[in-house]
């Protein structure tokens, strides 16, 4: 396939994933649920679905990158990662109906002259430049709740994070939930990978982002102390096949040699 083709699809894809399809309903309702809170999205979506639905984005971590840039594929050097508007820009208003553009328009890095590509996580090229400080200021965020003289209450809710890449968000925020111990507690929602790890507070639904409108309508109810979300807890972990066994749960630390929120998000860096 020529490159011509390749990069027409390409730009096509980025400027509709990242700047024309409106985010879904379910960010507004998530915001809508934490926006009085000090909350922090760690979240593999490179679609900058979180940052458009008014979560601040110095509280936005994307470890897998993002459409909004574009890297040399070398690459070449660290800093070689161009914002990707004014590529497009250039790019798509010489879009033919065959999908192809002209040859004197395929980018090229500005550094070193090679091809380049989005800047999201897909080989050993990716670079994470663009995104180190935010992985330091989500950890040092993390160590500070997790202090033993922090008295504060986390819940971690995870949308949709599966088993694809779940050394990304849902083995870190399961390992966060854990460590928290009594002050911590994690809702699971994933209409197919529901099941929560025994010995953690923790709620499984088997649902899509649409039960997020629920819990937003009991949101006073769930947050009282003793209140809902503890007896909904206990309730759901009685549920046969949504609690997984002990021996699940070491089978993950044998593989990884470890199960810690804090070498998981090094890891990213890399």
């Not at 110095?58 to 840039?69: A, K, S």
């Not at 890449?165 to 870190?172: A, L």
């Amino acid at each position: 396939v020529p490159e011509t083709a390749k990069w027409g699809l390409w730009a096509k894809h980025m400027d509709n994933m990242r700047w024309q399809f409106e985010p879904s309903r379910g960010y507004e309702l998530l915001w809508n649920l934490v926006r009085s809170k000090d909350v922090f999205v760690l979240t593999s979506n490179v679609d900058g679905c979180f940052e458009r639905s008014g979560f601040p984005v110095d509280r936005i971590y994307t470890p897998q990158g993002e459409w909004t840039y574009t890297q040399c594929l070398g690459p070449c050097r660290p800093d070689s990662v161009f914002e990707t508007r004014p590529i497009l820009d250039d790019i798509l208003p010489h879009l033919t109906q065959d999908g192809v553009i002209p040859q004197h328009l395929l980018p090229r890095c500005r550094n070193c002259g090679g091809k380049m590509f989005g800047n999201v996580r897909g080989g050993q090229w990716f670079l994470h430049t663009k995104y180190e400080e935010q992985n330091k200021k989500l950890q040092g965020w993390m160590h500070a709740l997790a202090a033993s003289n922090s008295n504060k209450k986390v819940v971690v809710v995870e949308i949709g994070a599966g088993f694809n890449t779940p050394t990304v968000t849902r083995f870190p925020a399961e390992s966060f939930a854990r460590e928290l111990g009594d002050r911590g507690s994690l809702i699971r929602i994933n209409p197919s990978e529901s099941r929560i790890p025994s010995g953690l507070r923790a709620l499984s639904l088997e649902q899509g982002w649409e039960v997020l409108g629920d819990i937003l309508a009991h949101k006073a109810d769930l947050i009282q102390e003793n209140g809902e979300l503890e007896v909904a807890v206990a309730t759901h972990q009685e549920k046969e096949g949504s609690v997984t066994s002990a021996v699940e749960d070491a089978g993950f630390r044998n593989y990884f040699g470890h199960f810690d929120w804090r070498c998981f998000l090094g890891q990213l860096r890399i």
